[in-house]
């Protein structure tokens, strides 16, 4: 599958998923902003990619960035987003999503495995509920120490000074 074809909506995901269920393959769910890639961000997603057979990734549009971070962000419009987080080779598909959580998008995939990173509890995974009811795993996986867009933001905000 090209780059291009891995951007996709939820409604062109929707019989890929049916098909990947019909075969038997664990599709891994996980979501962010992603707003600037470090090496934090290629590690674990890496690594969810590695708990299945297919890895979606949901990425927040501009307006929920907005809405998250607030209005300086994002860095790079959804657009650019998109295209860099499709261009990594153990994402399979990419779909933007609007709202301020993913849950909608996750209530309507129903991944076999929903990742985050352990800042996060299983509990506090925003869709870790529908997925357990429907079957599903909630993973946590380790981030690396010391990697954050908040911290990249700062260091050339005190480089400018």
Do not use: W
């Not at 038997?24 to 590690?43: M, R």
Request: hydrophobic share 40%; charged share 30%.
């Amino acid at each position: 599958m090209s780059n291009e074809e891995k951007i996709m909506t939820l409604e062109e995901f929707l019989p890929m998923r049916a098909s990947l269920r019909e075969r038997g393959k664990k599709v891994v769910f996980s979501n962010g902003c992603f707003d600037i890639l470090h090496a934090g961000h290629v590690d674990y997603l890496e690594k969810a990619r590695g708990l299945g057979d297919f890895l979606v990734l949901g990425l927040n549009t501009d307006d929920s960035v907005r809405r998250l971070k607030g209005p300086e962000r994002p860095l790079q419009d959804e657009f650019s987003r998109k295209k860099v987080m499709s261009g990594l080779n153990f994402i399979d598909a990419v779909i933007l999503f609007n709202e301020d959580t993913p849950f909608d998008l996750i209530s309507a995939i129903l991944p076999d495995i929903l990742v985050k990173g352990d800042d996060y509890s299983v509990e506090n995974i925003v869709g870790s509920d529908v997925v357990m009811k429907n079957g599903g795993k909630v993973e946590t996986i380790p981030l690396v120490v010391g990697y954050s867009t908040t911290n990249i933001v700062n260091k050339i905000k005190e480089t400018l000074k």
